[in-house]
């Protein structure tokens, strides 16, 4: 062997050697107790912070009697859930933030609902704290009640994807697999012609919910579909209802708020908690236009 071999190898020996030794003496030192001048106490103490949740969502309905100024949609589609009448297809029609999608999501909530109608609450309500509930309410992965926008799935392949997809049965016995469609009037002439056939004759414990503020577009695309729906229009909500229902919130949340701004002319209650919601993000407990208006 020649000298610089000789010479790498060990140097490499040495190394090798260097490197053992070190993790040696670490581990000789974790199994050491070091003395308590050196110790480092632990603590149970944790910071968890609450998630920050846009008013909107935390106060949206949960039951049928939560809607407010619908309370003739409400009592038709409670009594229809009690009485196990529930059509195979619905469209909800109306301006945007009057409840439309929310009535849906409640309506999907009242026939999977595990304590429907429990503690003594009215026929046809659900309870709105079961897993069930909780999932739909939250827009957590569900494989019963899927919620589609038509406005970004409006093709016919989607029409005929979502016309598969109906054709399984739900998760469980007794209950109903829920299809939510927003903005029907975006889905093209193709795609409704691709689901005429499932809506004439639907599977068993399927039900089809189309929201649209636009009714008379699907009448002009798709006129025989509306002779296959049961149509239910939702009345605009007037400023009166919605600062009763802001003071409700600001209430709930222990805000002290300008009687002039509640009293202020909303234009829709799914959009009238915005500005508090700026205010609480900015640290501000009071509402007023010149602190919660950015």
Not at 131 to 149: H, I, K, Y
Request: hydrophobic content about 40%; some cysteine; charged content about 25%.
């Amino acid at each position: 062997m020649s000298g610089a071999a000789a010479g790498c190898l060990g140097h490499s020996t040495a190394t090798w050697n260097a490197e053992v030794g070190t993790r040696n003496i670490r581990a000789n030192v974790r199994r050491q107790d070091l003395p308590l001048l050196f110790r480092v106490p632990r603590s149970n103490f944790r910071v968890r912070l609450r998630p920050m949740i846009a008013l909107a969502r935390k106060y949206r309905p949960k039951r049928f009697s939560d809607l407010i100024v619908q309370e003739h949609i409400a009592a038709a589609l409670r009594g229809a859930v009690a009485g196990g009448r529930v059509a195979h297809g619905y469209l909800f029609a109306g301006p945007r933030g009057v409840g439309k999608t929310t009535a849906a999501r409640i309506l999907a909530m009242a026939l999977n609902c595990e304590r429907r109608g429990a503690a003594g609450g009215l026929a046809g309500e659900p309870c709105g704290e079961c897993d069930s509930c909780t999932r739909v309410w939250t827009g957590a992965a569900n494989l019963d009640v899927v919620e589609l926008d038509a406005a970004s799935n409006r093709g016919v392949d989607d029409a005929r994807d979502l016309r598969e997809r109906a054709m399984y049965a739900a998760s469980a016995e007794g209950r109903h697999k829920v299809y939510i469609v927003d903005e029907a009037h975006m889905l093209t002439r193709e795609a409704w012609n691709a689901l005429l056939k499932i809506l004439e004759e639907p599977p068993p414990r399927v039900v089809f919910v189309f929201a649209t503020t636009e009714p008379q577009k699907i009448a002009q695309s798709a006129a025989p579909i509306l002779s296959r729906l049961q149509r239910f229009d939702f009345r605009r909500i007037g400023p009166h209802a919605i600062a009763d229902r802001l003071r409700h919130v600001v209430t709930a949340e222990r805000l002290v708020a300008d009687e002039p701004i509640l009293a202020s002319s909303w234009p829709e209650p799914g959009r009238c908690c915005a500005p508090y919601c700026w205010g609480i993000s900015a640290g501000n407990r009071r509402g007023s236009r010149r602190r919660c208006w950015p």
